[in-house]
């Protein structure tokens, strides 16, 4: 089979972007390990830290701390999943932040003009928007150049995920991921050398995306967003578009472990 993938192959086989119970994950670290090993997967533990939702996510010092403590202490790469929506990245001292191996950046929210904050799992539009589904679209992407150029993240999680309601209007992800708007996201994602994460879970970005952004240099991660034992270290989905899309291991970020 000489199209067979290597053994070696890292596609698959490197999940960056995994939760654990010390954020909204179902998992407890030391399992997460485990079925990790079962599986053969490398993971970056990647749990959200965040003021977003101050009870579940690692949302004050003392616990980020922790937190940095528990992760390093496993053969794991450490990592948080930071929001577009709060600038709690801003805020963390630089001697904290530098403890992380590699820092993922999401859109779970994004400043409206007017005022507000748009979802990306919007499944109505609120009516001020109703009118003008494609000029939040734009906004949208917008947001996500803005993200990846401003945000000191290597990693984009599930960047492409796109309001429910827009597809209720038009079910095709042409209609509102355009070229035009496509070839925005791809020249900030190439400018920014932030890396483009095939998410397991969401199952984005679409190939068309993937395409452009191999052509235009952009790196590449896999990540499971898993929260639960059937979800963390799967990557079945991830990698097989990967290789549809022709990413090899040469395309993907690697992160690099912090000496401890
Ligand atoms: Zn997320
Ligand atoms: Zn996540």
Redesign the pocket.
Known sequence: MADSVPESSLLGRQDL?V?TTMSDGYVPLEELVSIAAERGVQIGV?D?ISRRNLKRFVSDEARVRRYLDAVEAQDVFVSG?FCWCDNYYRELPDEVMARFDYL?G?NHGFELPGGGMGSPWWEQLPPEWKERPRELMDVMVDELCRMVRTMPIQIA??STLTPPALFDLEGDVDAWWTAEREDRYVEALAESGVALEISNRYRLPHDRLLGKALQAGVRFSLGS?GHGRDQVARLEWAADTARRVGVTDADLFVPERRRR
């Open positions: 972007h939760h990647a959200h999943e993922v999401s999680a599930h967003d």
